[in-house]
């Protein structure tokens, strides 16, 4: 099958090139990108309102244009102390693999990151391995990509960072993490379930007039929002807010512990903790987007400039990052009730997670019927032995002997006490 080049270069002024996405994957991304943005707008207050396709006069960015605040205030990434997969440079991985359809006939016996975006413009096109991803190849775990102790950078996997103009004075700086492998949640001891090849995580720092406002995580149950001063800063730098990486699921947390999600009574939990500390603002792919066209920024590194267009229009793919879920009759294939599937669909790229959002959640859990886009105030500690705080608002703070502080909290736990303390105080 030969595939027919959509792709359009274009000269921009700030000695970039750019390319467009089509109409159809721009209607998507901007498809998504409505709900309540009144509520988020009257969280504001005084502040103007975003844009997300400002005018020229709204517009505080040239393409291309990556501002230094965006780098001055990335937020540093605690991996998990015995993670097992890796960051991953995305132009090695896809050296891995074929193009094919979902229905498994091949498009491309060999990919590249340079051709990568002449694939067809489909959500229905996979990435799928060449050899068995199954037994964790080098490629899979990205066991050598650990980040330097001098400086954070991980030298072979730069992260990708979108800078879109929301007008006004308003910037979002998306930091999007790759990972080659997503190792699932196990369920009361069994698993691995929803593990999936290919992991794009990603988290966005919202500026207005060159300040941070907000930080927003991608994890389940949709992510969370904070406030900038809430989240903990890095030490050395009190600029650049601290996020952590769960084990396997890459899913970002604002604190270490455990984290429930999507099933009650903790059956399902991610993991974070103090581990390597990754700063990905010291090897990062920079680009602006428009919600038309991808533009190559130039990098604040200096011995970064010009790879992002060596690596050139990859972000236009729109198919999977990972094989498709493999069938039931594959013996690497399992199924649980409550798991789901061993091993699903490798997720979809960057430009596919609602960039253009006015709200700083990307999407809503489907029992969020009102699409609250709740930005928090304070910290949420996670849970268990590893937690660092407490989440039961401040109300018992102040109580001492601590045991008896302890004895209160566990009396109020699971009841609706904590839960309303959190709503009101979190
Ligand atoms: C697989 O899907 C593609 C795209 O939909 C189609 O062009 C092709 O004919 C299909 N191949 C088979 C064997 O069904
Ligand atoms: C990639 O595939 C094309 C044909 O689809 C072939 O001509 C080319 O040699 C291959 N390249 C590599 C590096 O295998």
């Given at each position: 099958m030969l595939w027919i080049p959509v792709l359009t270069w274009a000269s921009a002024a700030s000695a970039s090139l750019s390319f467009s996405i089509d109409d159809s994957s721009f209607q998507k991304v901007l498809g998504?990108?409505?709900?309540r943005l009144d509520d988020f707008a009257s969280s504001l207050g005084h502040l103007p309102p975003i844009n997300p396709n400002p005018s020229p006069q709204e517009r505080t960015l040239k393409d291309g244009e990556i501002p230094r605040y965006c780098i001055d205030f990335a937020p540093l990434v605690h991996l998990y102390?015995?993670?097992?997969y890796m960051p991953y440079d995305i132009a090695s991985f896809v050296e891995n693999f074929k193009a094919t359809w979902g229905n498994g006939s091949?498009?491309?016996?060999n990919v590249s990151i340079d051709t990568?975006?002449?694939?067809?413009?489909?959500?229905?096109?996979y990435l799928t391995s060449?050899?068995?991803f199954d037994a964790d190849p080098d490629w899979i775990t990205?066991?050598?990509?650990h980040p330097s102790l001098?400086?954070?950078?991980i030298k072979e996997a730069p992260a990708t960072l979108v800078v879109v103009d929301k007008g006004n004075g308003w910037v979002d700086a998306f930091w999007f993490y790759f990972y080659s492998f997503n190792l699932g949640p196990y369920v009361m001891g069994a698993g691995p379930y929803g593990n999936h090849v290919g992991d794009w995580e990603h988290s966005l720092v919202r500026f207005y007039n060159g300040k941070p406002q907000i930080v927003w995580m991608s994890a389940h149950g949709g992510g969370a929002a904070f406030k900038y001063e809430a989240m903990e800063k890095y030490?050395?730098?009190?600029?650049h807010p601290i996020i952590f990486s769960a084990t396997g699921t890459h899913a970002n947390y604002a604190s270490v512990g455990q984290f429930p999600h999507?099933?009650?009574?903790?059956i399902l939990c991610d993991f974070t903790d103090r581990g390597e500390l990754w700063n990905p603002s010291r090897n990062y792919l920079g680009y602006t987007f428009d919600g038309i066209n991808v533009f190559y920024a130039q990098n604040w590194n200096r011995q970064h400039q010009g790879r992002e267009k060596k690596y050139?229009?990859?972000?236009?793919?729109?198919?999977?990052w990972g094989d498709a879920e493999?069938?039931?009759?594959?013996?690497?294939q399992k199924y649980n009730?409550?798991?789901?599937?061993?091993y699903i669909d490798g997720p979809t790229g960057p430009?596919?997670?609602?960039?253009?959002?006015?709200?700083?959640?990307?999407r809503h859990k489907w029992w969020n019927v009102f699409g609250v886009c709740r930005i928090r105030h304070n910290l949420h500690f996670g849970i268990?032995?590893?937690?660092?705080?407490?989440?039961?608002?401040?109300?018992?703070?102040?109580?001492?002997?601590r045991w008896l502080k302890s004895v209160l909290d566990k009396l109020t736990w699971g009841g609706v006490l904590c839960f309303v303390a959190d709503l009101i105080g979190g």
């Amino acid at each position: 099958m030969l595939w027919i080049p959509v792709l359009t270069w274009a000269s921009a002024a700030s000695a970039s090139l750019s390319f467009s996405i089509d109409d159809s994957s721009f209607q998507k991304v901007l498809g998504d990108s409505s709900s309540r943005l009144d509520d988020f707008a009257s969280s504001l207050g005084h502040l103007p309102p975003i844009n997300p396709n400002p005018s020229p006069q709204e517009r505080t960015l040239k393409d291309g244009e990556i501002p230094r605040y965006c780098i001055d205030f990335a937020p540093l990434v605690h991996l998990y102390s015995e993670e097992r997969y890796m960051p991953y440079d995305i132009a090695s991985f896809v050296e891995n693999f074929k193009a094919t359809w979902g229905n498994g006939s091949v498009i491309a016996e060999n990919v590249s990151i340079d051709t990568l975006g002449d694939l067809p413009n489909s959500d229905d096109v996979y990435l799928t391995s060449l050899t068995d991803f199954d037994a964790d190849p080098d490629w899979i775990t990205g066991k050598h990509n650990h980040p330097s102790l001098i400086d954070g950078s991980i030298k072979e996997a730069p992260a990708t960072l979108v800078v879109v103009d929301k007008g006004n004075g308003w910037v979002d700086a998306f930091w999007f993490y790759f990972y080659s492998f997503n190792l699932g949640p196990y369920v009361m001891g069994a698993g691995p379930y929803g593990n999936h090849v290919g992991d794009w995580e990603h988290s966005l720092v919202r500026f207005y007039n060159g300040k941070p406002q907000i930080v927003w995580m991608s994890a389940h149950g949709g992510g969370a929002a904070f406030k900038y001063e809430a989240m903990e800063k890095y030490a050395i730098d009190q600029r650049h807010p601290i996020i952590f990486s769960a084990t396997g699921t890459h899913a970002n947390y604002a604190s270490v512990g455990q984290f429930p999600h999507d099933l009650p009574y903790n059956i399902l939990c991610d993991f974070t903790d103090r581990g390597e500390l990754w700063n990905p603002s010291r090897n990062y792919l920079g680009y602006t987007f428009d919600g038309i066209n991808v533009f190559y920024a130039q990098n604040w590194n200096r011995q970064h400039q010009g790879r992002e267009k060596k690596y050139g229009h990859w972000l236009k793919f729109s198919g999977h990052w990972g094989d498709a879920e493999i069938p039931m009759s594959d013996p690497r294939q399992k199924y649980n009730f409550i798991g789901g599937h061993k091993y699903i669909d490798g997720p979809t790229g960057p430009l596919s997670k609602n960039l253009l959002r006015s709200v700083p959640c990307e999407r809503h859990k489907w029992w969020n019927v009102f699409g609250v886009c709740r930005i928090r105030h304070n910290l949420h500690f996670g849970i268990g032995v590893e937690s660092e705080g407490y989440n039961c608002g401040a109300i018992f703070d102040w109580v001492r002997p601590r045991w008896l502080k302890s004895v209160l909290d566990k009396l109020t736990w699971g009841g609706v006490l904590c839960f309303v303390a959190d709503l009101i105080g979190g």
